[in-house]
């Protein structure tokens, strides 16, 4: 029988005292094009803030120097990278020889649309044996082709907003709780539907809906930060039930600090992640 669950705390693990990074979880990341350099920053970002213990960042070798920058706790890579400023084929060996020693895999933030972006988050799927998130331009690969979902060997996290619910082929009819829950047991995957009232779908029919967040966090790259902090959560809590309705709670709650303190209109991203630490706390 599966259940609503109305999400208004959450309860994060005491650290171990002897704890060492290796602990809290390998993340690798892989996104980020020459037209789109914010969001794999956002992600990585999002992914320390939430606590990950190491994370590395692979991104197309044309903006590796920029997020070098940006990025000073995650590793972050070069990938070999089209003329377009995207993640070539080539890429794809180095990032499957990654996957085999990370904990998890977030992909598709910010990675640009074109064939060999779309082969290689199929390749991702196909091949990982650690949980997954999917993110942005890595949906869309996946809304190309649905039947994918079929051939992952590990547990997969979708984090669409609406529109790209749509796309996936989801319907909204009767709601955005039994929409979500529809998709999840239909294709296997834990689905995040973003918007008022977040709901996390996974495919035994529970359902978690969100208490937090407010209009001042409908701006371009929170989707992202969400994504890394999903990611950095699920192998310290290593338990995708408790972990991502915790990250996507624990977003809006530093959302809503933000905007107390700064306004829903001025508010950015980046504030999301400045006060993500004492929402935590």
């Given amino acids: 029988m599966s259940n609503t669950f109305t999400v208004s705390s959450v309860t994060l693990p005491v650290r171990p005292r002897d704890a060492h990074k290796g602990d809290f979880g390998r993340v690798l990341i892989i996104a980020g ?29 044309d903006i590796h120097a920029i997020e070098a920058v940006k990025n000073d706790e995650a590793m972050v890579f070069p990938l070999p990278s089209d003329s377009e400023g995207r993640l070539s084929k080539d890429a794809l060996p180095k990032i499957l020889d990654k996957l085999k020693n990370s904990d998890i895999c977030l992909i598709g933030p910010g990675l640009g649309l074109s064939e060999d972006t779309f082969n ?16 942005a331009d890595g949906i869309t690969a996946v809304a190309r082709n649905i039947v994918i979902l079929e051939r992952a060997k590990s547990d997969i996290v979708l984090t669409p907003h609406e529109g790209e619910f749509l796309r996936l082929g989801g319907s909204l009819e009767g709601g955005r709780v039994e929409a979500a829950r ?27 809906l969100n208490t937090t967040g407010n209009p001042g966090m409908a701006k371009g790259g929170s989707g992202d930060v969400l994504a890394g902090m999903i990611a950095g959560l699920v192998p310290q809590l290593r338990d995708l039930k408790s972990a991502v309705p915790a990250a996507v709670y624990l977003h809006g709650k530093a959302g809503a600090l933000a905007a107390e303190a700064l306004g829903e209109y001025a508010m950015t991203p980046s504030d999301i992640l400045g006060y993500l630490p004492f929402a935590m706390r």
């Fill in 182 to 208: 529809r998709f999840a047991q239909k294709h296997g995957a834990i689905l995040v539907l973003k918007g008022r009232g977040t709901v996390t779908a996974f495919p035994d029919g529970d359902c978690f």
């Fill in 120 to 135: 290689i988050v199929y390749s991702v799927i196909e091949n990982a044996s650690c949980p997954l998130v999917i993110d």
């Fill in 33 to 61: 094009s020459s037209c789109y350099t914010g969001a794999p920053s956002f992600a990585a970002r999002g992914a320390v803030r939430a606590g990950a213990g190491l994370v590395f960042l692979g991104v197309p070798r």
